[in-house]
């Protein structure tokens, strides 16, 4: 293999093991062995190992921030919905390298764990805005997409700590908590209840936030 090509290599066999255990109970010996090389090959490609679990992470957190990318064509609960099952499909498939990224550990530097749980987050900041149609948000809004990228990661974190919720009941939860807290937002600024008016308007009757609405609804009544 050529350089760049054994160093991917690497990274994915990394990556394929911290998706089973965190990436500080991870040696370079099983890196090397199950890349079939040598311990010594490995040092050739990275300086250390923190230098391979940084490259790990870094993948693992571009491959995570990919998966706010959807197409802004259709309603918004629909949309937002696609985007939790493949965020969640990542926590599924990675879930000690998921918790690894975003805790951090000594493994990895606080400050480049920082950085790569940061770039993730602005992805999904920006994404989310590119869904409602905004490229400036005001304060309220700007509050509003970053505490609920804050609920999702921390919904994610602890639905991995046994499990014990259905994933999709979660994932219709979280797009429903997005709806929710413009609502509560859109009771103290008319620029939000604008917001709020355009993102139910054209929302099929069976999607989350419908679904919500009627809930509601039926909670008052």
Do not use: C
Not at 98 to 125: C, E, H, I, K, W
């Amino acid at each position: 293999m050529g350089v760049e090509e054994r160093r991917q290599q690497l990274i994915g066999v990394a990556l394929e093991l911290f998706s089973r255990r965190s990436p500080d109970e991870v040696s370079i010996d099983e890196i090397a062995s199950a890349a079939g090389i040598s311990r010594p090959l490995v040092y050739h490609y990275f300086p250390g190992k923190l230098s391979l679990y940084e490259a790990a992470l870094k993948r693992a957190a571009e491959e995570l921030a990919g998966r706010f990318a959807e197409p802004a064509e259709g309603p918004l609960g629909p949309r937002l919905l696609r985007v939790m099952r493949r965020f969640f499909d990542f926590v599924d498939e990675h879930g000690p390298g998921f918790s690894a990224l975003m805790r951090g550990g000594p493994a990895v530097g606080s400050s480049t764990t920082n950085a790569l749980v940061d770039s993730v987050r602005q992805a999904a900041y920006d994404q989310i805005l590119s869904h409602l149609g905004v490229a400036h948000a005001p304060a309220r809004l700007e509050l509003i997409v970053r505490s609920w990228i804050s609920l999702a990661e921390s919904t994610a974190l602890i639905w991995l700590d046994g499990r014990r919720i259905p994933r999709a009941e979660l994932e219709v939860q979280l797009v429903q908590d997005f709806a929710a807290l413009v609502v509560v937002s859109a009771t103290h600024d008319a620029e939000m209840a604008d917001l709020l008016r355009g993102l139910v308007k054209d929302e099929p009757a069976d999607g989350p936030l419908a679904e919500l609405i009627g809930l509601l609804v039926s909670l008052a009544s």
